[in-house]
């Protein structure tokens, strides 16, 4: 990691190309750097957690220790000195006569610039938002609204001081603390996130969505988001991601678990855009990510990943389909340009009888970036009449980038089918000639070929993110042809 | 200089890397007129079409090329488009995933951003389509479907009128519009082409053939042979070279 004693941002030459790199000046609780168990128990101290939810992040503490850092994924992480990171850093709530519920004005400011409103009476749209600054989470809105339903959504501390035995029953339930190491280190050092309950044959009446914001330096985001659907019940969930630009590399370790009882439907919508770096390679966030939900009887998770930003990304949404005829899905748009590095994908894990997935990935590589598509589909001995379907599209922007595909196909039953479908191109001289001359402009073209290229997952996403995300993808690929 | 003049290209030499293959074209053409460039393969043909258009395939070494006046080599292809050039390419390229209304919808409203006009409605622009489409029998569904993906050869032709159409060029060029096409697809074409035609805007045909011409009457015939236009007359001349062949101009030159 880069020394971050130097505070200087970069030049202003990139400021317009990354339109979230702004930083808020708020006062922050930042611990000092360093990991120990004296951290992790400061803390579970902080947040004033119960005796077991401290054993848990000790646990995984101590499974940490012992476990070292991945080395499978195409990528080439460079050292990551755990005991140069803050594991907690929250925006200070400023004194005064206000009640819990108002929020910092600069906080307002700041998720304002984001296109978030916090203001819920100035909102129009059907979205309820977690709003989650650095570690913790400073607003969530509509909760009003959801509780009349009897659905719960609100920060990940909220529900572990309001909903003890629903978090106690299903923590760390799909995601194991010791799953694999970053899952470890997210488990002993995790501050916030988002906690979402549907009850039994809710239709959740609005789109909920977390948007995650780093704003201090010298920290980590580690959030946790957990959300149940109960038998029968339906929920959208989205998740925006965003950091400031900053010299220095920051690190993201995230879980996301998600328990889909018999006939439940959860669907799963993510656009990242968090900082990724300058063209030279230097800052940007890593980004390495535990995504898994477990489908029972009937039940549907579908996840749909619109992925432009951060230096390195590593993250595998996954699906258990544990019970019969559960169906699981994966929409990916995975984005690299100038030196990102992106190994992701999903497990498709086929236990119950008669289960379905689908697997859509397309990868758009730019620059002097690598992009992989790594995935799994096992067929258990169980999974009777089970069907996959994976689709894995490359399209190449320049000589100089790498698309890779790795497809894990394993096939424990007879009866089950898997299918596997793989293509790479590349964008034309005669295609953007052909662009031109009709007066298409070389970025025009691009922007419309690649978002034609990635409909199929776009179409998967909530109408209030499509058209922030097609924008998104155009913006990434600034500049990456001619 | 001519003030009637819509194309004025002068002494125009240009190849690919160092290989000369334009040696020095002249041709001047009036808005109003139909100009038909024939030759063997090979004469530099598509060569002139790519290089008037801006392909990048292309270096010019010497010589202009004006439309209505602007200096078309300093314009860039996009930028050549908006003034009002237009190619039908020989092979128009397949763009998977980009419907057709996405992509005329970005063409048109470039250029109305080159000529500082507001952005045509959504209701405008497909109310536009409907009209234009009707005027090469073009279906509705080739429409929504990607550019020129699956699409016959005579669809891909049909799907180049289109575009014009749409985009209404002062100078549009045909590519060996008639290659691959059967009678029925060469009329339909034809058609469209002089459905389009008024006294302000011009056409070059460049064709192998004199088929087309019997569909598309040209004002003014040249021949195209190693580079150099070495012949120019009226419409007869192109019925003399589908009486004699290539071979009397070979030569000659």
Wanted: proline share 4%.
């Amino acid at each position: 990691m880069e020394n971050n004693s130097e505070k200087t941002m970069p030049g202003e030459a990139i400021a317009g190309e990354y339109k979230y790199g702004f930083s808020t000046d708020i006062d922050t609780d930042i611990i000092p750097k360093g990991l120990s168990e004296d951290v992790v128990r400061l803390i579970s101290q902080k947040k004033g957690e119960p005796e077991w939810l401290l054993d848990f992040r000790l646990r995984a503490f101590h499974a940490w220790q012992q476990m070292s850092m991945p080395r499978w994924a195409h990528l080439d992480i460079p050292p990551i000195d755990y005991q140069d990171i803050s594991y907690y850093a929250a925006p200070v709530k400023k004194e005064g006569p206000k009640s819990m519920d108002e929020v910092d004005p600069q906080l307002v400011e700041t998720f304002n610039k984001l296109g978030i409103s916090l203001e819920e009476q100035k909102k129009l749209s059907g979205v309820a938002v977690d709003a989650v600054m650095d570690s913790v989470s400073v607003k969530t809105t509509h909760r009003e609204l959801l509780a009349e339903k009897g659905v719960i959504f609100c920060s990940f501390s909220e529900a572990v001081r309001d909903y003890p035995d629903l978090v106690r029953k299903y923590l760390g339930k799909i995601v194991p603390p010791t799953d694999n190491f970053f899952a470890a280190l997210n488990s002993a050092v995790f501050s916030d996130g988002s906690f979402v309950y549907i009850p039994k044959g809710v239709r959740c009446p609005m789109e909920l969505s977390t948007y995650f914001r780093i704003n201090a330096q010298g920290t980590g985001q580690f959030e946790r988001t957990l959300i149940i659907a109960d038998e029968d019940a339906y929920v959208s969930y989205l998740e925006g991601c965003t950091a400031p630009m900053r010299d220095e590399n920051q690190l993201h370790a995230a879980i996301v678990e998600i328990f889909v009882e018999d006939r439940a439907e959860v669907k799963y919508s993510t656009v990242q855009n968090w900082y990724a770096g300058d063209k030279e390679g230097r800052g940007g966030v890593y980004n390495f990510v535990t995504k898994r939900g477990i489908c029972h009887h009937d039940a549907k998770l579908s996840w749909t990943q619109v992925e432009t930003g951060s230096a390195i990304t590593w993250k595998y949404p996954s699906c258990v389909l544990a019970g019969d005829n559960a169906v699981g899905e994966f929409y990916s748009v995975a984005v690299t340009n100038n030196r990102q590095q992106a190994d992701t994908g999903t497990k498709m894990i086929h236990l119950g009888r008669n289960t379905r997935s689908t697997i859509v990935s397309k990868g758009i590589s730019a620059g002097h970036s690598q992009n992989s598509y790594r995935g799994l589909v096992k067929m258990a001995p169980s999974a009777e009449g089970a069907h996959n379907y994976a689709q894995c599209d490359s399209l190449l922007l320049s000589d100089t980038c790498g698309a890779h595909t790795f497809p894990y196909i394993d096939v424990l039953n007879d009866t089950a089918v898997a299918e596997h479908e793989a293509t790479t191109s590349k964008i034309s001289e005669d295609q953007l000639f052909y662009c031109a001359q009709r007066g298409i402009g070389a970025e025009e073209a691009v922007g419309l070929i690649v978002n034609g290229y990635a409909k199929e997952v776009m179409n998967k996403l909530p109408m209030e993110f499509a058209v922030e995300a097609q924008k998104l993808l155009s913006i990434s690929l600034e500049g990456s042809v001619g | 200089m001519d003030q009637n003049l819509l194309l004025n290209v002068c002494g125009l030499r240009a190849g690919i890397g160092d290989k000369e293959i334009l040696r020095g074209i002249d041709l001047q053409v009036r808005p109003g007129e139909v100009h038909a460039i024939m030759g063997p393969n090979g004469s530099g043909k598509s060569t002139l079409a790519g290089v008037l258009a801006g392909d990048p395939r292309f270096t010019v070494y010497g010589g202009s090329a004006t439309l209505g006046g602007v200096d078309l080599l300093a314009l860039s292809p996009e930028d050549r488009s908006h003034e009002g050039l237009f190619l039908s390419f020989q092979y128009p390229v397949e763009i998977p995933g980009v419907s057709m209304v996405n992509f005329m919808r970005a063409a048109v409203n470039a250029k109305r951003r080159y000529l500082n006009l507001e952005p045509l409605s959504a209701s405008e622009f497909l109310k536009m389509m409907r009209q234009k489409r009707a005027i090469v029998e073009l279906d509705n569904k080739l429409a929504s479907r990607s550019v020129n993906e699956g699409f016959s050869g005579g669809e891909k032709k049909r799907n180049e009128i289109f575009q014009m159409a749409v985009l209404e060029p002062r100078l549009a060029i045909l590519d060996e519009t008639d290659s691959g096409l059967d009678i029925d697809a060469l009329r339909i074409v034809a058609s469209g082409v002089n459905k389009l035609k008024t006294n302000q805007n011009a056409t070059i045909v460049i064709t192998h053939y004199q088929r087309l011409l019997d569909y598309i009457k040209p004002d003014v015939v040249h021949i195209l042979y190693k580079g150099r236009i070495v012949h120019t007359a009226g419409p007869e001349l192109a019925l003399e070279l589908e009486e004699k062949g290539y071979d009397w101009i070979k030569e000659q030159n």
